[in-house]
């Protein structure tokens, strides 16, 4: 009976000491679980960005801002110059201005004279290049061989100078003067002798040619139509 009784509360034994075992290690695995919840509310509790942040929210990451790049200064458009056509055929290109044939005193001349004919309502002249050359001719002329008049030594007059250096010779005239120092000196004597005065306001002239030379200041008027 003794071993009976014996065999029969083994099992009981060991079957309460593994209940308390299993027991024991459940309490056991529950306390490694508690800490580890409490360090992660102290971790919350004590995070810089806040609680929400540190714990729960998923981090996100930081937007982007577009790169922007200098904008340059905008580019002025060029400016459209059309071309000028060319002259048609048989058309003389325009007379160039005066001050690329004369400059200087005899340019003044030139200037001086057209403002008298307007005044009179005679239409400007136009300066040639071949009574520039002409005009030029006979004031050097004159300052180099030291006579004054409108005929040279050999008896040349305006008329045969303005032929010779090319100008077709219908009608013309031609003033000289000597001694002034400025074209508006010049001009005034001019303007008081009649038969100087005719020829700078005689509607009928068209062209017009000026020679100075300023050693002696030879002076000489060259007209032509």
């Given at each position: 009976m003794a071993a009976s009784g014996r065999r029969r509360i083994r099992p009981?034994?060991?079957?309460?000491?593994?209940?308390?075992?299993?027991?024991?290690l459940a309490?056991?695995?529950?306390?490694l679980k508690q800490p580890a919840a409490g360090t992660t509310a102290a971790m919350a509790a004590?995070?810089?960005?806040g609680p929400a942040l540190a714990a729960d929210a998923p981090l996100r990451p930081p937007r982007r801002r577009p790169l922007l790049l200098p904008i340059p200064p905008p580019v002025p458009p060029i400016p459209f110059i059309p071309e000028l056509p060319p002259a048609p055929p048989g058309v003389s290109p325009?007379?160039?201005?005066?001050?690329?044939?004369?400059?200087?005193?005899a340019a003044e001349v030139v200037s001086i004279t057209?403002?008298?004919?307007?005044?009179v309502g005679c239409n400007p002249l136009k300066v040639d290049h071949r009574l520039?050359?002409?005009?030029?001719?006979?004031?050097?002329?004159?300052?180099?061989?030291?006579?004054?008049?409108?005929?040279?030594?050999?008896?040349?007059?305006?008329?045969?100078?303005?032929r010779s250096?090319?100008?077709?010779?219908?009608?013309?005239?031609?003033?000289?003067?000597?001694?002034?120092?400025?074209?508006a000196e010049v001009m005034s004597v001019w303007m008081n002798s009649p038969p100087h005065r005719?020829?700078?306001?005689?509607?009928?002239?068209?062209?017009?040619?000026?020679?100075?030379?300023?050693?002696?200041?030879?002076?000489?008027?060259?007209?032509?139509?």
């Open positions: 009981i034994l060991v079957g309460l000491a593994t209940g308390a075992l299993v027991t024991v309490v056991f695995l529950d306390q004590h995070s810089p960005i325009l007379p160039p201005p005066v001050s690329s044939l004369l400059s200087g005193p057209n403002a008298r004919r307007v005044e520039v050359r002409s005009a030029q001719r006979h004031s050097a002329d004159m300052a180099a061989r030291g006579f004054f008049g409108h005929q040279d030594p050999e008896g040349q007059g305006f008329a045969d100078r303005e250096a090319g100008y077709p010779m219908n009608s013309g005239g031609e003033n000289v003067a000597r001694g002034q120092e400025t074209a005719r020829n700078i306001l005689n509607c009928g002239f068209t062209s017009i040619g000026v020679g100075y030379v300023a050693v002696g200041h030879y002076w000489t008027q060259d007209f032509g139509s």
